[in-house]
């Protein structure tokens, strides 16, 4: 009988001080804010080539990030401006600004990535980027990625120029997760 109040009386306080430990960790939470400018190394314009004579193309400045491109032979364009605001905000609960983004940092599978979501959105996965030094044959380049899904999973890559763009088209790099096609 003395043990298993022993062992009550242990799993009551590990309980318990787990409570007392994530309360600090939700109080820091609710005062972390999304991000306010772009990364410098995100910014500028990028270019991926479709390999039938297409580009799309992707442009940061510090706050701003605008794709262009071609959907199932469709031009499209957008351009959204980056705003700040609480992480536990309630985005059904804000004013409407279709044309507004919110980013965070978040690391996954030891790349620093950046999620883009809609200021109003409440569900499903943004667009997640990051930049990273690649090679090809053996030349060394730096490259941003686009991703997708809850896997993060890359659809596909973005070069500085129009030249490289073209000359790596639908390059898959050794390392990364890829969509499944």
């Known amino acids: 009988m003395k043990k298993q109040v022993w062992v009550l009386a242990l799993l009551a306080g590990l309980t318990l001080s787990g409570v007392q430990l994530g309360v600090p960790a939700t109080a820091h939470a609710a005062s972390q804010r999304t991000m306010k400018v772009y ?16 580009f799309d193309r992707v442009k940061f400045t510090a706050t701003k990030w605008k794709t262009a491109g071609f959907n199932n032979n469709q031009r499209y364009v957008s351009a959204s401006k980056l705003k700040q ?26 790349a620093n990535w950046i999620d883009l979501r809609g200021w ?13 030094n690649k090679r090809y044959r053996g030349q060394k380049m730096t490259v941003l990625s686009e991703a997708g899904g809850a896997g993060v999973w890359v659809t596909q890559h973005y070069y500085p120029s129009r030249q490289v763009a ?5 390059h898959r790099f050794h390392g990364e997760v890829y969509y499944a096609s």
């Open 166 to 170: 073209k000359q790596l088209k639908n």
């Open 85 to 110: 605001r609480l992480v536990t905000a309630d985005p059904a609960r804000l004013v409407r600004h279709p044309k507004w983004t919110v980013g965070q940092k978040m690391r996954v599978r030891q």
């Open 39 to 54: 990364p410098q190394r995100f910014r500028g314009t990028w270019y991926h080539y479709d390999g039938h004579g297409k």
């Open 120 to 132: 109003n959105q409440s569900a499903g996965d943004g667009t997640y980027y990051k930049v990273a």
